[in-house]
């Protein structure tokens, strides 16, 4: 399996995917076919112009990305793709689309199989873990099960932030969220903070980016991952 | 209906439910039968532990609280209660095991009627609007719907969070996700800021508290809404 699990597209002062121009370049060198699929629609912006955005900035970078649904049968577009980025924005419909169009099983295997190297940034990698129970978004539509993808033995949770010193918000933090994530779960909750992200190929999985990540595990401290080689079933 | 929607059970520097002791008594006065549904499981506790906490402190305000767990038939429990309270925690753990317990329509139907006061807290006043398609929390069990009890024609967005200013996260901000809500969704959401709740009375509704709240309507600007009476199906 070849994957990059991004936490976020975009950080600060930069703009969209610009801070990861070499991975991703590096990433989906040689790919023939490379799919985008812009079913989370940030802000709402129609599949066709968050294709647009991200084919563009993929052409800066001299990668060739086509919209999923510019296919007049998807799941026949991944039989014969090699590459597929999937785009952050909300996590609930861009699952719910996934099993609106029977696509989640014939993804997962193929990415699975090696067939397809996988991007996803934001609710992108959030659908690589075992559920999107720890995603941060609204869920504004609602999905027939949050299992999801299922790359990883773990879950995801992008755009990790740790708690806010002196904020005089009284909603959950983060890492209170994942701890009630874990009075009804078991999996391992891997806090991606914006900068980061995963690559994993078959034979190793990096940490990669300038950030540490949080590490979330059931009845255990969170414990603090230095980027490098890492191990996902810890 | 008489409803007290409440944003948190707690602001900031001050105990549980301490800023809310008056209006609580006021709601709650001369009720023979409260119960607590402790389902929202707050950091995880027990239904035992979190009943144990709700009912100390309305003790204080002279009040008698009972967990509904603690009747053999949760569903005749209702039926010769006069006052619920619900507690926050987990808006999707509170919903589903309200629907576990098939609990969501009798609920619903007392309140409605006036032989139930209903005062919920954060998740237990989500769970008042249409759906709970306007939680902040995170998705940690997976309810049969997104449905909520709907005493009320809009959904309600607790623990309301203005952006940040100059905050260099790349997460969406509230107003923003509520605005994703509203590309898939037609009700209109009502913020309600920390420290502000919506008294709900058969002839008027009010907004009590120091603050406005922000009225989210789909393809419009939001607005701010002054305390005092309000209509809800503006």
Same sequence: chains 1, 2.
């Avoid at 084919?55 to 597929?84: C, P, T």
């Avoid at 190929?201 to 540490?212: S, Y």
């Amino acid at each position: 399996m070849n994957a990059l699990i991004v936490s976020t597209s975009k950080i600060y002062g930069s703009p969209y995917l610009a801070y990861l121009e070499k991975p991703v370049k590096a990433f989906f060198k040689d790919k023939r076919q490379l799919l985008f699929i812009p079913f989370a629609r940030p802000g709402g912006i129609t599949w066709d112009a968050y294709t647009a955005l991200a084919a563009e900035k993929f052409a800066a970078f001299g990668l060739n990305l086509k919209g999923i649904h510019e296919f007049e049968d998807m799941s026949e577009a991944l039989k014969s793709a090699d590459g597929v980025f999937t785009g952050g924005g909300n996590t609930f419909l861009l699952l719910k689309t996934l099993y609106d169009h029977n696509l989640v099983t014939p993804l997962s295997a193929a990415v699975k199989s090696g067939q397809i190297a996988y991007m996803g940034s934001s609710a992108g990698s959030n659908i690589t873990g075992l559920t999107i129970g720890t995603t941060n978004d609204m869920p504004i539509v609602h999905p027939p099960t949050h299992d999801a993808l299922q790359l990883l033995p773990v879950n995801i949770n992008p755009h990790y932030l740790d708690p806010i010193p002196d904020s005089t918000h009284m909603g959950e933090t983060r890492e209170q969220r994942i701890n009630e994530f874990h009075h009804c779960n078991d999996q391992h909750v891997w806090g991606l903070r914006e900068g980061s992200w995963l690559h994993v190929r078959p034979d190793i999985v990096t940490l990669e980016g300038p950030h540490t990540a949080r590490l979330f595990r059931k009845n255990q401290a969170p414990i603090e991952i230095a980027p490098g080689e890492v191990n996902l079933t810890l």
